[in-house]
Protein backbone atom coordinates (compact mmCIF):
# COMPACT_ATOMS: atom_id res chain seq x y z
CA UNK A 1 0.00 0.00 0.00
CA UNK A 2 1.57 3.59 -0.73
CA UNK A 3 0.50 6.34 1.48
CA UNK A 4 0.84 10.41 0.50
CA UNK A 5 1.70 10.46 4.28
CA UNK A 6 4.46 9.05 5.96
CA UNK A 7 3.59 7.78 9.07
CA UNK A 8 5.51 8.14 12.22
CA UNK A 9 7.81 5.73 13.90
CA UNK A 10 5.64 2.95 15.63
CA UNK A 11 2.38 3.65 13.49
CA UNK A 12 1.35 1.00 10.88
CA UNK A 13 -1.48 1.95 7.97
CA UNK A 14 -3.80 -1.34 7.47
CA UNK A 15 -5.87 -1.58 4.75
CA UNK A 16 -8.26 -4.71 5.07
CA UNK A 17 -9.99 -5.93 2.45
CA UNK A 18 -12.70 -8.20 2.88
CA UNK A 19 -15.95 -10.26 1.34
CA UNK A 20 -18.43 -8.40 3.57
CA UNK A 21 -18.35 -5.62 6.19
CA UNK A 22 -19.06 -7.74 9.07
CA UNK A 23 -15.71 -9.77 8.49
CA UNK A 24 -13.70 -6.33 7.56
CA UNK A 25 -14.87 -5.04 10.80
CA UNK A 26 -14.11 -8.31 12.93
CA UNK A 27 -10.14 -8.12 11.40
CA UNK A 28 -10.07 -4.62 12.44
CA UNK A 29 -11.45 -4.98 16.03
CA UNK A 30 -8.99 -8.10 16.27
CA UNK A 31 -6.35 -5.34 15.70
CA UNK A 32 -7.89 -2.91 18.01
CA UNK A 33 -7.22 -5.28 20.91
CA UNK A 34 -4.04 -5.51 20.96
CA UNK A 35 -2.92 -2.03 19.51
CA UNK A 36 -3.99 1.50 19.91
CA UNK A 37 -6.03 2.63 16.31
CA UNK A 38 -7.69 5.21 14.81
CA UNK A 39 -11.36 5.23 13.45
CA UNK A 40 -11.20 2.72 10.69
CA UNK A 41 -12.82 4.51 7.13
CA UNK A 42 -14.94 2.38 5.42
CA UNK A 43 -14.83 2.48 1.41
CA UNK A 44 -16.55 -0.13 -1.26
CA UNK A 45 -13.99 -2.76 -2.78
CA UNK A 46 -15.29 -3.03 -5.95
CA UNK A 47 -17.76 -3.69 -8.18
CA UNK A 48 -18.60 -7.61 -6.62
CA UNK A 49 -19.70 -5.57 -3.26
CA UNK A 50 -16.66 -6.01 -0.84
CA UNK A 51 -15.35 -4.01 1.47
CA UNK A 52 -12.18 -2.00 1.95
CA UNK A 53 -11.10 -0.39 5.71
CA UNK A 54 -8.84 1.57 6.43
CA UNK A 55 -7.21 2.31 9.77
CA UNK A 56 -4.05 3.13 11.50
CA UNK A 57 -2.22 1.35 14.19
CA UNK A 58 -0.20 2.87 16.44
CA UNK A 59 2.13 -0.25 17.87
CA UNK A 60 3.93 1.83 20.63
CA UNK A 61 1.06 1.72 22.49
CA UNK A 62 -1.23 -1.20 23.68
CA UNK A 63 -5.01 -1.07 23.49
CA UNK A 64 -6.59 0.35 26.35
CA UNK A 65 -8.92 -1.65 28.76
CA UNK A 66 -11.66 -3.24 26.99
CA UNK A 67 -14.70 -1.77 27.89
CA UNK A 68 -18.44 -3.32 26.76
CA UNK A 69 -20.54 -2.45 24.09
CA UNK A 70 -23.32 -0.22 27.21
CA UNK A 71 -19.86 1.61 28.20
CA UNK A 72 -18.31 2.48 24.67
CA UNK A 73 -22.05 3.72 22.93
CA UNK A 74 -22.20 6.00 26.00
CA UNK A 75 -21.53 9.76 25.85
CA UNK A 76 -18.53 11.47 28.42
CA UNK A 77 -21.67 13.37 29.68
CA UNK A 78 -23.42 10.18 30.34
CA UNK A 79 -20.31 9.05 32.93
CA UNK A 80 -20.65 12.39 34.61
CA UNK A 81 -21.67 11.58 38.21
CA UNK A 82 -25.62 12.79 38.85
CA UNK A 83 -26.39 14.86 41.82
Avoid at 14 to 41: G, M, Y
Amino acid sequence: MQSTQASSDGQAEVRIVAASPEAARRVAEALRSCFAATEQRSYPAGADGGTRLDLTVDTTRAAGPERSWLESSRSPQDSRPRP
